[in-house]
């Protein structure tokens, strides 16, 4: 009797999407310089990656709106091994929705169908505690880039947009890398 290994599928070269991200130019930021790169953009590998399964669980993309006078807060998450998830606050003349959904993936490897979703209205007080959060731990002064190498566990990724103020910060499971302040940020979001 032979056994097979079966592994999940690589599919993030197949993907031609839309890119949800600002990619940089990896000819000035050569792939040796881990985790290396201008702030709020991605390498092209990490962009498909991500965006592969925004699209999958019908995200769009927030960078290119900074000229929509929008307030979002997206905290996503794509753990190696689990399914991904994305909670997707917006606040619209103070009427705040929380969207969320999550799809039956692999974060680490390929997309999914969605499998769970829901939405339901938020506090102001909840939407101004994230504020305060964000500014007590300077958020949009923290680097895009994650200065931890980890090779397997959860990358969260929040993005915050705020009329043409735009972040986005990628961090490899920061509740045991030095970020406990930006995780508990992400995790205001899953209240």
Known sequence: MSKKIISPKDDDK???????????????YPRDTINNGPEDSLSLFRNKW?????????????FDKRDKDLKIFRYTN????????????????DNIVLTYAQS????????GKIV????????VENWNGIISKASDINFWNIGTHDPNIVLDGEEWI??????????LVTRNSPENNNSKEFAELCNL???
Do not use: R
């Open 104 to 111: 039956d993936g692999l974060g680490g490897y390929q997309t």
């Open 78 to 93: 794509l753990g190696t091994w689990s399914n991904p998830f994305v909670y997707k606050m917006e606040n619209i003349n």
């Open 158 to 167: 929040l993005e915050i947009l705020i009329g043409e103020k735009y972040h």
């Open 116 to 123: 769970k979703e829901y939405k339901k209205k938020i506090s």
């Open 189 to 191: 979001l899953k209240n």
């Open 50 to 62: 991500y965006s592969k399964h925004l699209k999958s669980m019908n995200e769009i993309s927030l």
């Open 14 to 28: 197949d993907y031609d999407g839309k890119l949800y991200f600002a990619t940089y130019d990896e000819n000035k």
